[in-house]
């Protein structure tokens, strides 16, 4: 017996093995890609964290030099605190706007208006963030739309050129990015409330609950995977925000709208501070990271 | 259902506002880009005689036919890499449940939060060192690796859905690994493939960081990153900046417009699976 187990044993040993080179030869190119454009940048942006490098000529190891520089250099660390001021224009706004409008319209029938305003909701998602940009500029620009709409309606002394005042860049920046994600949290919000048991609904109907305690005891509740979700992917958004400012401030005017993502990019290429630029790139992905997690954590306690 | 009078009108009004506010912006760009070249615009207005000369004038100016062929080239070669690597990928973890998959599929994880700018500094010098840079090819090799945490993710969450059953059956009759996943996993795995194809193409051609830090002649990049390009050029003619603004924009629009119930799908999946 014992002759014909073992050889029976190895080839059994021999097939997982196989099972497994196979497994992992169909895993091997995604792996390679990944290790070789997103794992050696990241492993690179680390090594060179620690050098002071203009790009070219001879590095010198500084140590920890480069994020001492991140948190005590104010405009660094206002560009981090712009990014988190984006939070606001990104996150809450759209996740609480896009909350209301999808109980507002939730009674609509699916039919052509129904479809026809989805379709229209999600276009600035579709197109690029850098046209959105260039719509925005124009929009806010003196003699833009903003102005003419303030005019007409009898307040034009609040008129200026948005983009270029100190007080009020950042926030319309900010809003660039509440129209851009507006139409996909309340779409999305569409989606989920569809799957809420109705019966609910007339539960707290037939308790003679009003408008907001529906809102509170049954839509919210019902929706806080997606909640979770529109938070987390704005929240990213925002703290890596780019294509919006590169092509409507530049971080301008003065650093009233400076962001990690082009002050990254300022320090790298034009200031040609590698050691620095990429430390606050490293900075940046831990802040994402840290942000990120605690939501993550907090939707699936929520969950249980 | 049970709802007031009240609140169905105030929902209605509410959604028109947004709906509007939703289209002034685009609107507004195809005000301005219809207003001669050669003044500066003034706000929303439909001009008394439209120039749609500008059109002409931003599509020839702008090179906007090389600017379409060099993201075209982009896309068709990193949507198509991709897909096909997270999906013997995803299969691998989805369906064999490799040994040390796990692992593997944490380590990928890992990659879905990392900002594109946390790497662009060192993907510049990864880039100069492969004698890329300035070339296409500098930015189809990082997307074709920084998307592959989402997709594999992604292909992984389909196969995982795939009863166990089926391979068991195909390899009872006698099948090997290749001949079932080309067989009888690809063919069901279409729609979550279809959808992914939709995400890849829609973040490739709106992909605007890289090309503008990898490529510096921007003939050479995507639309989208070509927009600063367009900017430059039109400095001096908001209707003409609009004009071609809004030629990059249509197509993806037009596109968006035919498949509209499939993008929907599929963002709305990639939201939630994301």
């Known amino acids: ?304 | 259902m049970i709802v007031n009078r009240a609140e169905v009108i105030i929902g209605r009004i509410v959604l028109v506002i947004v709906l509007l506010l939703t289209i002034l912006p685009l609107a507004n760009m195809l005000s301005a880009a219809l207003q001669p070249a050669d003044v500066n615009p003034v706000g929303l207005r439909w001009p008394t005689d439209p120039q749609w000369i500008n059109f002409a004038t931003a599509f020839e100016t702008g090179n906007v036919w090389r600017l379409m062929g060099s993201s075209l080239f982009i896309v068709v070669f990193v949507v198509p890499t991709a897909l096909i690597f997270a999906t013997l990928a995803g299969y691998a973890l989805g369906n064999l449940r490799v040994r040390g998959g796990r692992f593997l599929f944490l380590f990928l994880i890992l990659g879905l939060t990392i900002p594109f700018e946390a790497l662009i500094i060192p993907l510049y010098y990864e880039m100069k060192g492969l004698g890329v840079l300035n070339t296409q090819w500098a930015v189809i090799l990082p997307l074709i690796g920084l998307y592959m945490p989402f997709s594999v993710v992604w292909m992984r969450a389909h196969f995982l859905g795939v009863p166990t059953e089926l391979s068991e059956a195909a390899r009872v009759d006698g099948a090997t690994t290749f001949q079932e996943f080309w067989r009888i996993q690809m063919p069901l795995a279409r729609p979550a493939l279809s959808a992914l194809a939709i995400l890849l193409f829609l973040w490739t051609w709106n992909q605007f960081l890289l090309p503008v830090v990898l490529i510096a002649d921007p003939l050479n990049r995507t639309v989208a990153g070509s927009l600063t390009f367009f900017q430059g050029q039109y400095s001096s003619s908001i209707p003409l900046l609009n004009a071609g603004a809004l030629i990059i924009i249509v197509p993806t629009i037009v596109v968006f417009i035919i498949f509209q119930r499939q993008f929907i799908r599929a963002l709305l999946q990639g939201a939630v699976k994301g």
């Open chain 1, 1 to 304: 017996m014992t002759t014909s187990i073992a050889p029976r044993r190895a080839a059994a040993k021999r097939a997982v093995r196989r099972g497994t080179l196979i497994g992992w030869a169909f895993a091997a190119p995604a792996l390679l890609a990944y290790l070789a454009f997103v794992i050696t940048p990241l492993l690179l942006g680390v090594q060179y964290s620690f050098y002071r490098w203009n790009g070219v000529g001879p590095s010198e190891w500084v140590g920890l030099a480069n994020y001492l520089r991140v948190f005590t250099d104010p405009n660094l660390l206002g560009a981090i605190r712009n990014a988190f001021v984006l939070i606001g224009f990104f996150t809450i706004i759209p996740v609480s706007a896009g909350l209301v409008l999808a109980t507002l319209i939730r009674t609509m029938r699916t039919g052509f208006f129904s479809s026809a305003s989805q379709t229209i909701l999600f276009l600035p998602q579709i197109i690029p963030l850098a046209a959105a940009g260039i719509a925005w500029s124009w929009m806010y620009a003196q003699t833009g739309a903003v102005n003419q709409i303030l005019n007409a309606v009898g307040l034009g002394f609040l008129a200026r050129p948005w983009l270029g005042d100190l007080q009020t860049a950042l926030p319309a920046v900010g809003l660039i990015g509440s129209w851009v994600l507006t139409g996909l949290c309340t779409v999305l919000f569409l989606t989920g409330i569809g799957k809420i048991d109705q019966s609910l609904y007339e539960a707290v109907r037939l308790d003679g609950a009003n408008w907001w305690r529906e809102f509170i005891t049954v839509t919210i509740p019902g929706l806080r995977q997606e909640i979770a979700v529109l938070v987390t992917i704005t929240v990213i958004a925002a703290l890596s925000s780019f294509d919006i400012i590169f092509t409507t401030t530049l971080g301008g005017p003065g650093r009233a709208t400076m962001v990690p993502g082009i002050l990254i990019y300022r320090i790298g290429f034009t200031q040609s501070d590698v050691g620095l630029a990429s430390a606050f790139g490293i900075v940046l992905m831990i802040l994402v990271l840290a942000c990120v997690l605690p939501i993550q954590r907090l939707a699936r306690a929520g969950a249980r």
